[in-house]
T-cell receptor, first 111, second 111 residues
Framework: EAQVTQNPRYLITVTGKKLTVTCSQN?????MSWYRQDPGLGLRQIYY???????DKGDVPEGYKVSRKEKRNFPLILESPSPNQTSLYFC??????????FGPGTRLTVT | EDQVTQSPEALRLQEGESSSLNCSYT??????LFWYRQDPGKGPEFLFT???AGEEKEKERLKATLTKKESFLHITAPKPEDSATYLC????????????FGQGTTLQVKP
């Protein structure tokens, strides 16, 4: 089954404790992206990757890092999480950056 | 600046009562307009892509149309299972693959 998977689905952590949210797709898509969704602000792009070893910032990259060492994986790293990063995070992938398919989401709470 | 506005914010319908959701957009060089369905706590589910004015797409009770300034999602004889938030997004001419999302319309269909 073609899908985008994210882990963990739910995470509660404390300020400053490094964490990684994994994203994997099995569709051989070149393009992958991370979004966060907040009430009243909608979905906003954090980082994106056009291909392996090619990443760039979206609209809200501060406090986040990404890497793309393999085509199928695109982890999101929070080096020192803060409460304002409490949000619902979605990974998405696309063959060419047009029709994007989203993962199930990771609900992160930073206390 | 690329922008997407959806209306209404919320819509309540009786089962069988047809209606339309609006998505107004401004974008430099539209590469695609996308409709997604999102259920609470889940990732957006891809519905349609529209590329040029005059284009229409249909899927079951849903029909999406596109003009140069807006898109409509028509829902014919809705059922309670159509209850969800419907998101509209545009992809502009920049090479980032960044989808610009509207705030969404939350549809509730009562039996």
């Amino acid at each position: 089954e073609a899908q985008v998977t994210q882990n963990p689905r739910y995470l509660i952590t404390v300020t400053g404790k490094k964490l990684t949210v994994t994203c994997s797709q099995n569709m051989n898509h070149e393009y992958m992206s991370w979004y966060r969704q907040d009430p009243g602000l909608g979905l906003r792009q954090i980082y994106y990757s056009m291909n392996v070893e090619v990443t760039d910032k979206g609209d809200v990259p501060e406090g986040y890092k990404v890497s793309r060492k393999e085509k199928r994986n695109f982890p999101l790293i929070l080096e020192s999480p803060s409460p304002n990063q409490t949000s619902l995070y979605f990974c998405a992938s696309s063959l060419s950056g047009t029709e994007q398919y989203f993962g199930p989401g990771t609900r992160l709470t930073v206390t | 600046e690329d922008q997407v506005t959806q209306s209404p914010e919320a819509l309540r319908l009786q089962e069988g009562e047809s209606s339309s959701l609006n998505c107004s957009y401004t974008v430099s060089g539209l590469r695609g307009l996308f409709w997604y369905r999102q259920d609470p706590g889940k990732g957006p589910e891809f519905l349609f892509t529209l590329y040029s004015a005059g284009e229409e797409k249909e899927k079951e009770r849903l029909k999406a149309t596109l003009t140069k300034k807006e898109s409509f999602l028509h829902i014919t004889a809705p059922k309670p299972e159509d209850s969800a938030t419907y998101l509209c997004a545009v992809l502009g001419s920049s090479n980032t693959g960044k989808l610009i999302f509207g705030q969404g319309t939350t549809l509730q269909v009562k039996p």
